[in-house]
Each structure stands twice: as C-alpha cells, then as structure tokens.
C-alpha cells in the first residue's frame, strides 16, 4: 500500500538539529546534562508537576512506579483490560497480579463506577490510563484510592499537556508516566519521564533511576563514591534524545493548536455519520481539557472494521484499531485468562477505528479522510 496520508508522525519545530548538534560537540552525550536538567525543568513548570525524572521511554517510567509502590508477589493491581501491555507488565514484572475493570463506552477509560468492587486486601495500586489524552475520573480514583489506602499510578503515556479540572494528567496520583514514544505527540523517537508527586519517593526515584545507585549524588558532590543502594536499572535517557526533546516541548502550543483545529474539522465532517448512525464520534467531557492524542471514531455494530480500514487503505489513508484488550491476549490467557465480565471493552474495543491525526497535517487531508469514510457508508 502507497500511504499518502500517515496515521501519525513528528512535527519537527527545525531546532532539533542545532540542539542535537550542539549536545554532540559539547562532549556530554551520555545523560542528566544540560538538555536533560532544562527538559525537566519546562515540564515542572508546564504541568505545574512537583518533580519530573526524563526516562529512556514511559515504560521505563511505568517499572520505576511499580518498584517505588512496592508492588510484590501478589499485589493486585487494578487496571482496564483496554490498556498498553507496558501498563500491566510494569507491574507484573515485580509479581503484581493484574485485576482488570471494565471501561466506559464514551471515553474507553476505566469506569470508575467499577473499581471500587475489584478491592480486595491484597489490592495495592490502581492504574488509570487516560485514553487519546482525554482524563479519567480522577476525583472519583482518588477518593477511592485514599479510602482504602492505594498508590495511584497514571498512565499518561497518551496525556502530556491534557488537564482533568486544570491539573495536568500525570500530576495526579502519587506519580504519573509520560511516553515521547514516536507516535505521541511530543517526541524524541524513544524517551518519557515518571512525575514523582509526592515528595517522600522523589530521592528514592532518583536512585531507582540509576541503577539504584546514588551516583546522581556523587555527581553534585554530596559524596565521596557511589554505592549500591537500592534495585533499579538503567532507566536514563541519553543527553542527545533530551536535546531533541527540548526543541520539541518548545514547539508544544503549536503541536497542540494544529492537532485541536484538525481534530475539530474531523468533528464537524464526520458529525452527519454520526446522525445517521454509521459512527460514535469521541467524547471529551466538559471537565477534561485533550491534547487531541487520537481521534477514533467507534463503528456501529455490524460494520466491518476490516473492510473500512481496506477501503481507506486503497486511497492511500492509514487507518488503524488499537489495543486488543490485555486479558484476550495469549500471555493471560496461558496464565488461566481469570477476568470479571468486561461487556464494554469486549463489545467497542473491535469497533475502534483511529483515523490519521499529526501535528502539520493538511486540512485538506482531513477533508478527503472524511470524504472516503462517508464514501464508504456510502454517503457522499
Ligand atoms: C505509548 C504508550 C506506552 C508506552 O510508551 P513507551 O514510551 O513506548 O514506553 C504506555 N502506555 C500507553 C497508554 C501508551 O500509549
């Protein structure tokens, strides 16, 4: 297939190169330099985080919480099924036990209606992964997390920049992880950060960090040598990947007006199939403020996700689903496949269509991408 419009790729702002260039002849390539201290230092005061770790990616950023949580053998972890395998196997990694909860028709985030009857005593940690950039109900997570006295892990892969009632997704629970994954909107191709929310994990955070080591320490002079302090592994990102990233968190209000107005067109053209009740457009509630991550359409029942994907293919239009749900897959399902009934996840997940959506993309694009998916209900 020749793809004439992409799903998704990097709005370079044109200073990646000079910053990269200039990391290279400045010798300190390898971690925690300039680039990386100043990429912190935006997203702190961007997201009004209290404390931000760049990672080497956001699962990185994921197995950081899951070992400053103290998950061990047993701990049960709540999370949605309609999830990125990095959101279970961080914890799973350290023999915590995920316990999947159905999610909401509407925003494909965990229903936070449902939580609350997966606790158990063994129950440490719940996980809400906010979906496309859209929050979950995080007001209704933290009460019952304060309740019955669990860690809250965002995952905010998808949310950089996206507010749930102003505050920034990922500066909510206890801490929050953050992907510069590629396909995300802000990127250094590979790359993240964990938000350490509350002070008493933030020195241990920096140890885990570096190969539980408190080599940071040593570097600042604060001591002699460096030891073995705690587990942990090389979750550093590299100094170059940092530099990339500083030209790419300056360009963020033009990433995000670009994705909002594309976002928008795709919202007003694709409203009559809506009407007709071809499609569910996506929902951001009043209270969420989006980082327009992904605009996914949901297909009414009975039409072939296959056969739309294949006729926006043949035009040249990258068209894709997205998550299979973590307890179908055959890692859970070799382990036994225990779940509750998740109806939702089962009966939208196969229905999800994402539609091409990237920073710099035409206007024009976004017309023929509708145009071909009215032209295949056969509506144009
Ligand atoms: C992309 C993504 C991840 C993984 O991010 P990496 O930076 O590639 O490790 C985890 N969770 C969600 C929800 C994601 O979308």
Redo the contacts with the bound molecule.
């Keep these: 297939m020749n793809i004439r419009i992409p799903l998704q790729k990097p709005l370079l702002s044109g200073r990646e190169l000079e910053y990269m260039t200039d990391v290279m002849q400045s010798g300190g390539i390898s971690t925690n330099g300039r680039y990386t201290q100043k990429c912190q230092g935006l997203l702190e005061s961007g997201l009004l985080a209290q404390k931000v770790f760049l990672t080497n990616?956001?699962?990185?950023a994921?197995e950081m919480a899951a070992i400053l949580s103290d998950i061990g053998d047993g701990d049960e972890v709540i999370l949605s099924s309609y999830?990125?395998v990095?959101?279970a196997n961080a914890f799973f990694l350290r023999g915590g036990r995920p316990v999947f909860v159905d999610i909401r028709p509407d925003t494909m985030n965990i229903d936070e209606r449902k939580i609350e009857r997966a606790v158990t005593e063994r129950t440490k940690a719940i996980v809400p992964?906010h979906?496309a950039g859209v929050g979950c109900e995080m007001d209704a997570i933290m009460d019952i997390a304060g309740r019955h006295g669990l860690l809250v892990v965002e995952?905010a892969?998808?949310g950089v920049y996206a507010r749930y009632k102003g505050r920034s997704l990922g500066t909510i629970g206890q801490f929050g992880?953050i992907?510069?994954?590629n396909?995300?909107n802000i990127t250094s191709g590979?790359?993240?950060a964990i938000l350490v929310n509350a002070p008493e994990y933030v020195e241990r955070a920096e140890i885990v960090r570096d190969m539980g080591t408190d080599r940071n320490k040593f570097m600042r002079g604060e001591v002699q040598r460096y030891t073995w302090q705690d587990i942990g592994s090389s979750y550093n990102i590299s100094e170059v990947l940092a530099a990339l990233l500083l030209a790419q968190l300056e360009s963020e209000s033009e990433i995000h007006t670009s994705r909002r107005e594309l976002y928008g067109a795709y919202c007003r053209l694709l409203a009559p199939l809506e009407d007709k009740g071809h499609i569910s457009l996506p929902v951001i509630p009043e209270h969420c403020s989006s980082n327009y991550h992904i605009f996914h359409v949901t297909l009414a029942e009975g039409v072939s996700r296959g056969e739309l994907v294949g006729h926006l293919g043949r035009l040249g239009i990258q068209a894709a689903s997205h998550f299979e749900p973590l307890h179908l897959s055959p890692l859970w399902q070799s382990l036994g496949g225990a779940h509750e009934d998740l109806p939702v996840t089962e009966s939208v997940s196969p229905r999800l269509l994402r539609l091409p959506l990237y920073a710099g993309m035409r206007t024009d694009d976004v017309n023929a991408v509708a145009e071909a998916v009215a032209d295949f209900f056969g509506e144009s």
């Excluded at 990616?57 to 990185?60: K, P």
Aim: charged share 15%; hydrophobic share 30%; glycine share 8%.
């Design positions: 990616s956001c699962t990185a994921l999830a990125h990095s959101t992964l979906y995952d892969a998808q992880a992907s510069f994954h396909t995300k590979e790359g993240g």
